[in-house]
């Protein structure tokens, strides 16, 4: 199926609703049926709907004003993480056999191919849910995501299948998702790599750069010493890296280090957070959005 051209298409936009396009998603509708695609994608609605209204936009998450993550707060991270991963490597799998990277028949990418957008909304489905029963919004996920992986363990923003895993927010507005995937030769796939490291650096640096104004905002509606902290070092620090990811739109948060107190917030989970980490489906954490 990878190698026909065949498209398929899937899009949602975190916190304000969610659409559905497809194209050419052969067998899609006889895996799920009609009635069931569509109660699924309702569910799907209703936890992003839900989500909204608890946690807000992933860009108004709000971060300790120290710079650390509290250690609670890493354990529901990690607990999502754990409890995402069954439905997570389904997902890896079938890109792994689209990629052709598991030497799968024909046969074998055929089936991938009719379940690749079934499997999709399962694990948005399942990851939202596992989120709201835990008690973490897209925000501070997506946050902990950037810091743990990109920063701590300095996991590469390309990670993903070798082919074109992209988006396309026309007529859907900036915070909409659409995932379009299609065949690529070898000889395209570094091209396809860096293109998609643009993709998600450029994602990342857009949210978490409101995030990063928020934290800077409520120190300085909390004027004064921090524990262990000098205060007018720290702002300085936080309006220092705030001025960079502004004029640096491929930025990655703390790029060039994470503070010490973040760095010592994460570094007690590195070997589960590496655990947990999956090269195939980063693209689907972090989301991609619009093209230049």
């Not at 993550?69 to 890493?74: D, E, F, K, L, W």
């Not at 009719?114 to 909304?121: A, G, Q, R, W």
């Amino acid at each position: 199926m990878a190698g026909t051209g065949k498209k398929w298409f899937i899009g949602c936009g975190i916190g304000c609703g969610f659409f559905i396009l497809l194209t050419a998603g052969i067998g899609t509708f006889g895996y799920f049926g009609i009635k069931g695609f569509k109660d699924r994608t309702d569910r799907i609605e209703a936890t992003f709907n839900r989500m909204d209204a608890e946690y807000g936009h992933p860009s108004e998450f709000i971060p300790e004003i120290d710079g650390r993550i509290p250690a609670g707060r890493m354990e529901v991270f990690l607990t999502v993480r754990e409890d995402i991963q069954p439905v997570q490597q389904e997902v890896s799998g079938l890109f792994a056999t689209l990629d052709g990277t598991n030497e799968a028949g024909w046969v074998d990418k055929a089936k991938a191919g009719m379940k690749f957008i079934p499997s999709l909304l399962v694990f948005v489905e399942e990851r939202n849910q596992v989120m709201l029963d835990h008690g973490m919004g897209v925000g501070e996920y997506q946050y902990i995501y950037a810091l743990a992986y990109y920063g701590l363990l300095e996991k590469d923003p390309s990670d993903g299948p070798g082919f074109t895993v992209a988006s396309d927010d026309e007529d859907h507005g900036e915070d909409s998702w659409r995932w379009e995937v299609t065949a690529g030769s070898k000889d395209e796939e570094a091209e396809i790599r860096e293109k998609r490291e643009r993709e998600v650096r450029r994602f990342v640096n857009r949210v978490q750069s409101r995030v990063l104004a928020n934290q800077l905002d409520a120190l300085d509606a909390h004027m004064g010493e921090l524990a262990g902290l000098d205060f007018d070092t720290w702002r300085a620090a936080v309006a220092a890296e705030a001025a960079a990811m502004d004029r640096e739109s491929l930025r990655l948060l703390w790029e060039e280090g994470l503070p010490a107190q973040t760095r010592d917030s994460l570094e007690p989970y590195r070997d589960r957070l590496d655990a947990t980490y999956d090269d195939m489906t980063s693209i689907l954490e972090m989301g991609l959005v619009e093209h230049d």
